[in-house]
């Protein structure tokens, strides 16, 4: 039986939406049997535990360095502390680089991999390389174009694009140029670019049609801004403190809203009426209430797509996933407001493509909605460009190159 390793990087929620995408196809396109193994740490784990729940022998915690959580993202001061001292039960980093690389070693020891798939995780591609087994790497960054406030960065970024470009395949969700959202997040070296595919975004999902939901039918014929909260703890909170300063101020008394909080806790389903009342979904329904906000914990798959498809605009904070399904699934113009770099990059392509706006305070996001209301039309133009040569597929396009190296093993 063949064996696949799986190495999916915890900060975020990309880099798992992805893998679970592949893993998916993966079946359709390699003919022998096959068994995968997952590791990774924190909130991916324990996803990883509750979607295999008769698999746990297959799923690994691996415990990958990532940053420490600030208010807004990573704390710059914390991470660079944690480098050699311990942080909030975070041992020093050097330690913890070492610790789970040993860790991962001893993994493909007793795994003996046929081939490793790394989402995000660059330390597997250092051992792939070293055991001489075949690494594919799922990425939408090689080194980010950084800003003059980050500029010290730049060597961290030159040592994890060494690392990067130890993987046998470099994978890139996204589309080929020049429709590639994440272009200012690649810069690809002349060394490593013969190692490149662009398979495309990880965005075509089948959804099981189910009976529409009380949320589905409270929006009907409503036009509103969709506006989502995602990432991790630090990201999706800092998120949700910038869309609360907007929704303060007087623009936004009759500015329609829907906000998904990307967590699992039905106690956030909530409808604010004009009437000031609160109410929860059904009752809204029941009552037909003019409402003006709709705060939901967690969208299923069915509804994201029902919110979307009715949506006027999306406010995002520029995670390349998100961005991918928008505007090139939806074809919806998004207003960006940033927490990383990465984000303004994405943001700042979108913009210069005409298919949304890039806006850092509460005041450029106010602006934003009015012109994108005011000149819907041209947005509208430039998005169905962008989203007919969009590439969706790129699940099965990264399970067929999978399939093409483990037949060459052979």
């Not at 407001?337 to 949304?356: C, F, M, Q, S, V």
Request: charged share 25%; aromatic share 10%.
């Amino acid at each position: 039986m063949l064996k696949i390793g799986e190495f999916i990087y915890p900060w975020g929620s990309g880099h798992y939406s992805r893998m679970m995408r592949l893993n998916a196809v993966l079946g359709d396109h390699i003919k022998e049997k096959f068994e995968v193994h997952f590791s990774s740490k924190d909130h991916v784990y324990h996803k990883l535990l509750e979607k295999f729940p008769n698999h746990k022998d297959q799923i690994h915690e691996i415990l990958m360095p990532t940053p420490i959580d600030g208010k807004f993202g990573p704390s710059i001061t914390l991470s660079l502390l944690n480098f050699l001292l311990p942080v909030e039960k975070n041992p020093p980093l050097v330690k913890q680089v070492t610790s789970y690389l040993r860790q991962e070693g001893k993994l493909y020891d007793e795994q003996k991999f046929d081939l490793v798939i790394n989402d995000g995780d660059m330390g597997s591609n250092i051992i792939a390389k070293n055991r001489n087994v075949p690494s594919l790497f799922i990425t939408n960054q090689f080194r980010p174009k950084l800003y003059k406030s980050r500029s010290y960065f730049y060597p961290a970024l030159v040592y994890v694009s060494k690392q990067i470009a130890k993987a046998s395949r470099i994978l890139v969700a996204d589309s080929p140029p020049p429709y590639t959202m994440c272009e200012y997040n690649l810069n690809f070296t002349d060394d490593v670019k013969e190692k490149v595919t662009y398979v495309g975004h990880f965005t075509s999902v089948n959804i099981e049609k189910k009976p529409t939901s009380d949320l589905e039918k409270l929006i009907e014929n409503s036009e509103f801004g969709y506006w989502m909260r995602t990432g991790n703890k630090s990201t999706n909170d800092g998120t949700g403190q910038r869309y609360e300063d907007v929704f303060c101020q007087n623009e936004m008394k009759n500015e329609k809203r829907i906000i998904s909080h990307a967590k699992n806790d039905l106690r956030i389903n909530s409808v604010l009426g004009r009437d000031g009342g609160k109410y929860s979904i059904s009752d809204a329904l029941e009552k037909k209430i003019d409402w003006i906000q709709i705060d939901i914990g967690f969208l299923s798959e069915q509804e994201k797509e029902t919110v979307l498809n009715f949506c006027k605009y999306a406010v995002v904070n520029g995670s390349h996933t998100v961005m991918g399904e928008i505007l090139g699934g939806k074809a919806k113009p998004i207003i960006g407001i940033p927490i990383y770099d990465e984000h303004t990059n994405n943001i700042r392509w979108a913009e210069e493509k005409n298919l949304g706006i890039l806006a850092v305070n509460t005041k450029q996001v106010i602006e934003s909605i009015s012109r994108i209301k005011d000149n819907y039309t041209k947005f509208e133009e430039n998005l169905a460009d962008f989203s007919k040569n969009f590439v969706p597929n790129g699940a099965e396009n990264a399970a067929k190159i999978a399939a093409s190296i483990l037949e060459e093993k052979k």
